[in-house]
């Protein structure tokens, strides 16, 4: 049969959601290449999914049909069934459930695996909330901190898209592995430096892009608030602040700066673990520079000063009145898309008081069954938590237990769906429809399937909607085909939609979020603060209601703990998180990351097989003795799964679920404190 090649899109946890062309031959995908339909990602995709997808929809891991657990949990014992008798034990499991214990005994547990609308969360959420189902706060995983960061900072507006990076004379990458997790703003990047701009990196580790960087300041796991303060006060003590700028557009640069001013770069440099002149060249460099473009990336929020760590590092452009005019912060790409939740998910379905409980305290409530009504009917989809949870081993105990139901809904059998009493087989992203925004760039498009769903898999919104019907719900909104979810996604009034419905919006083309005049939407061009004053708030009441009173202003103090080095955890460039740790490229435990000077002290050698451990659990990793880390740091890739580890465990059995960060109640991951010793 002719090959031929479909317009789709990249639906993985990623900033750059890729419009992709597929080339298909009798069913089967055989080539996956970038396509031009989203002009930002402009034919360029990442190795993994132009090297893995056929392993990915086609490979023998893949769920082609209704499991039934017939071993015991995680021992990957299954017998097929058929999808009637699945949904009937399904109803009837969860429906004791519900008469033993009420509703909330019954929870999803879901996070990002498809970013689609559909996929995502449309018809699941439906479901969930006429339960009455407990319901579940997801962003703390990942993400939340930096959104509360920005949204209490700016408001829930685009910072700018990121296509101004390649016009920046200085772009700042503060926390963001972007050549693993944000490959198109590294386009953008170094056509600037071509043109002359410079470009900053902060991170502790000497990442890729960080090795192109005029200046890489390697700094100590979670004291960039440190330095963004430092930073603040050298730029007054030059006299670069915009103090017209902060009169008339920003609230609390005084509070802020006060704090910033305990930290002269000779102080916050020994903190930070950095050379003082380059706290005093960034600072320099981010006075002269005409535009500027900031790309904080994840790594920044995962301590426990991550929510200040972000909001200190976003008020350095307000504080010099660089934002407008080619400058931006590339943030808050979700706000640009006319989102309609409500619509599509249904949340006023769910009974008043619905109990929510924090996606990080799952593992506990499961595990130690303290909650009343206690868990104990669990949905898990679009997400693997035994893999990607902090305190992995009180997530496994959780998910062992043989008196809470477990439903597993995934495209690949994986250590999560091991331990699922009953598995449904998903579609994967080439096999429906779906509309896509993007967190990380300003263009919206849609899909339609370039396969048929394999063997006897569905899509999240047709196997919800049995489930919906096998449970008696029969209002019409649980009827509504995928078109219908589509348009209930988005605003179809918003004139960029221009007259289409969502689910009208051509396949071979993205549409651009932009100002009603066309132009991108960057912060004090075509948009401008959303918060209650209307102002940027670098002091902000609204993070203080939310998250307490010490979030008023970014705050940070020492910490100590009973372990030496601390533990980061960047992204792989096999794995999204932890989506295709299963694929050839993924089999083996990643190495450890270790400073000379560090390993000397402990007689390790490169090569040598570790054990990295704390009072959570013990890891045993192959060592790379590298200066790509700093002294007391150590970084391993994050998402491997299980059967990589010959203890069993990753490196997620070692990172704490009970400390939190700042705002968000958000994860702490790379805030790990850890040993490392000899075999
Ligand atoms: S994982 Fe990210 S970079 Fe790779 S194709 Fe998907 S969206 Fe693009």
Known sequence: MALQEMASVCTFDCPDTCSLAVTVEDGRIVKVRGSAAAPYTAQVICTKVARDMAAFVHGPRRLLHPLRRSGPKGSGQFARIRWEEALDEIHRRVAAVIARWGPQAVMPLNYAGPHGFLAGDSMSLRFFHRLGASQLYRRALCGGVRNEAWVGTYGAVPGCPPELAEHAALNIVWGNNATVSNLHLVRAIRRAKRRGGRLVVIDPLRTKIAEQADLHLAVQPGTDTVLAWSVAAELERRGALDEAF??????????????????????????????????????????????????????????????????????????????????????????????????????????????????????????????????????????????????????????????????????????????????????????????????????????????????????????????????????????????????????????????????????????????????????????????????????????????????????????????????????????????????????????????????AARHLLSGAEVRVWNERGEVILPLVVSDAVPPGVVASEKGAWLATSRTGQTISALVSADMRADLAAGACFNDTAVEVGPL
């Open 246 to 599: 902060i009169a008339r557009h920003v609230l609390g640069a005084e509070a802020l700066l006060a704090r910033a001013r305990a930290w002269p770069a000779a102080r916050a440099a020994a903190v930070c673990g950095v050379p003082q002149d380059h706290i005093l060249t960034f600072a320099s460099w981010l006075a002269a520079a005409q535009p500027i473009v900031l790309a904080p990336g994840n790594g920044l929020e995962r301590g426990r000063h991550g929510g200040s760590a972000v909001r200190a590092a976003i008020a350095l452009p307000a504080l010099i009145g660089k934002l407008g005019r080619g400058s931006g912060i590339v943030l808050g790409a979700g706000n640009a898309f006319p989102k309609t939740p409500d619509r599509l998910q249904r949340p006023d379905l769910a009974p008043a008081g619905t109990r929510t409980i924090n996606i990080l305290d799952v593992g506990r409530h499961l595990a130690e069954d303290d909650l009343d009504p206690p868990l104990r009917a669990v949905f898990i989809y679009n997400h693997n938590p035994i893999v990607v949870h902090p305190d992995q081993n009180r997530m496994r105990r959780g998910l062992a237990r043989e008196d809470i139901f477990m439903v597993g809904i995934d495209v690949t059998m994986t250590e999560s769906m091991a331990h699922c009493d009953i598995v449904l087989p998903a579609a994967t992203h080439f096999e429906y429809a779906d509309l896509y925004p993007s967190y990380g760039h300003h263009w919206l498009q849609r899909a339609e399937p370039v396969i048929p769903p394999q063997g006897e898999a569905l899509p999240n919104t047709e196997i919800f909607r049995r489930l919906a019907a096998r449970f008696g719900f029969d209002e019409p909104c649980f009827k509504a085909g995928d078109a219908e979810l589509m348009d209930a996604a988005l605003d179809a009034a918003d004139p960029r939609l221009k007259g289409l419905r969502p689910s009208q919006i051509p396949t071979g083309r993205a549409l651009p979020m932009t100002a009603p005049d066309g132009r991108p939407l960057v912060l004090f061009d075509t948009v401008f603060p959303a918060t209650p004053s209307g102002k940027i708030e670098l002091q902000s009441e609204s993070l203080a209601a939310r998250w307490g009173a010490a979030a008023l202003l970014p705050d940070w103090r020492e910490r100590h703990s009973d372990y030496p080095l601390r533990l980061i955890s960047p992204a792989s460039d096999k794995r999204i998180s932890s989506t295709l740790g299963h694929l050839p490229g993924s089999l083996r435990a990643p190495p450890l990351l270790m400073n000379p000077q560090d390993a």
